[in-house]
């Protein structure tokens, strides 16, 4: 199904990913799975979120490749969350994209600053309808995380997000459960047999 675009009106004067703050080059495959749409508010239409989640992501990640810049999706963390989008810079930092595409879902996930102890970087990825106004309240800490808006054709970076190191120790930890997971799903994706086998 065709996606139509929902950033019409959002102005990309600035060359994309031109932010410092980021780093280029993002190391591992791209494969979608659909974010993991958490609220604890039941009104939500989470056919619609879906499909508008995908969108947000697949904008996310072609503004990332233009970039040399690659992720997993809905990468599984410890503690049992998931990250919509995570991947690895060129030197080497964890970067996670958490999606969000309606309001009540926004609000209503209160967990979302455990994400902050498996990056480096830490994005909100916003539908382009969201109001952003709640992106600049201290619930948000916007001192601690980047702001990303996408439909399902492009994405632009609103805010960088700034550098809040791991300890080494740590980054090496998530950076090799992202290389298996991205060794996984690429064997699984040739030959669907093994995905009995490993984590995803």
Known sequence: MACQPILPAIARSAPAFAHPAIGLGLFLICSYAGPMIESACPTVDTT???????????GIARLFARNDIWCLT??????GRRADLM??????????VEIKVSRADLLGDAKWPDYLDHCDRFFWGLAAHLDRAVMETDAFRPDQCGVIVADGYDAEI????PLLPLAAARRKVEVERLARAALRRQVVASDPACAPRGEV
């Open 48 to 58: 619609t979120d879906v499909r508008a989640a995908h969108a947000v992501a697949r």
């Open 74 to 79: 809905e990468m599984p963390l410890k503690g």
């Open 87 to 96: 991947g690895i810079d060129a030197r080497g930092q964890v970067i996670i």
């Open 158 to 161: 609103l805010r960088p997000a």
